[in-house]
């Protein structure tokens, strides 16, 4: 077993397995319906979502207050290894999660009502769900185009004079808590439209 868990990549094809297996004892293979499917998107969905925000959290809960303890010498640990790597999991979730929440509305019907917040009948579900969702693509939006390109300066992975970064890096910390306050009625949209 430790064999397994000691590579990222073993664990989380484990993880995989063990879903795999789970899915064959509670699903049979007549039931890939499109009950099924919008199942399996949903799983997706939040899986990816789990790791955006799981990051996003990260940032704001434990990098970002830490960064100020940490002696100056060792700050490149952070700024050259572990931010970059971070921010591509972070940038490729916000964008599976974005993609697959959109399928999954088309999928169940509903897209247009939702991003019309409840549409002409005012389904409350709708209108719930889309909440969600145009938060979500707010969020995704900042991801993207505001707090990549500006922690791109910031950690010097694009060139940028020393104010430059200070700025960037100030711009790409107001637009990362900017998603974190979003990302709070954002879950709570989301959940509550499977419950209203």
Same mark, same amino acid.
């Given at each position: 077993?430790?064999?397994?868990?000691?590579?990222?990549?073993?664990?989380?094809?484990?993880?995989?397995?063990?879903?795999?297996?789970?899915?064959?004892?509670?699903?049979?293979?007549?039931?890939?319906?499109?009950?099924?499917?919008?199942?399996?998107?949903?799983?997706?969905?939040?899986?990816?979502?789990?790791?955006?925000?799981?990051?996003?959290?990260?940032?704001?809960?434990?990098?970002?207050?830490?960064?100020?303890?940490?002696?100056?010498?060792?700050?490149?640990?952070?700024?050259?290894?572990?931010?970059?790597?971070?921010?591509?999991?972070? &940038?490729? @979730?916000? $964008? %599976?999660?974005?993609?697959?929440?959109? =399928?999954?509305?088309? !999928?169940?019907?509903?897209?247009?009502? +939702?991003?019309?917040?409840?549409?002409?009948?005012?389904?409350?579900?709708?209108?719930?769900?889309?909440?969600?969702?145009?938060?979500?693509?707010?969020?995704?939006?900042?991801?993207?185009?505001?707090?990549?390109?500006?922690?791109?300066?910031?950690?010097?992975?694009?060139?940028?004079?020393?104010?430059?970064?200070?700025?960037?890096? &100030?711009? @790409?910390? $107001? %637009?990362?808590?900017?998603?974190?306050? =979003?990302?709070?009625? !954002?879950?709570?949209?989301?959940?509550? +439209?499977?419950?209203?």
């Amino acid at each position: 077993m430790a064999s397994v868990l000691e590579k990222l990549e073993r664990a989380v094809i484990a993880g995989f397995v063990l879903a795999a297996i789970i899915f064959w004892l509670l699903v049979r293979p007549a039931a890939f319906d499109h009950g099924y499917w919008t199942f399996f998107m949903r799983w997706l969905h939040v899986l990816s979502g789990v790791m955006w925000i799981g990051l996003l959290w990260y940032f704001n809960f434990v990098q970002i207050p830490s960064m100020p303890k940490i002696p100056d010498e060792q700050k490149p640990a952070v700024s050259k290894v572990i931010a970059p790597t971070a921010l591509y999991w972070f &940038r490729y @979730a916000a $964008l %599976a999660t974005v993609v697959t929440g959109l =399928l999954l509305a088309w !999928m169940n019907g509903y897209i247009g009502q +939702a991003l019309m917040l409840g549409g002409a009948e005012g389904v409350p579900q709708h209108r719930a769900i889309g909440i969600g969702m145009w938060l979500g693509l707010i969020m995704a939006f900042n991801v993207w185009f505001l707090i990549w390109p500006n922690q791109q300066k910031a950690l010097g992975l694009v060139e940028a004079t020393p104010d430059e970064k200070k700025a960037a890096a &100030r711009m @790409a910390m $107001l %637009a990362s808590r900017t998603n974190t306050v =979003l990302s709070i009625p !954002m879950l709570y949209a989301m959940v509550s +439209a499977q419950n209203i």
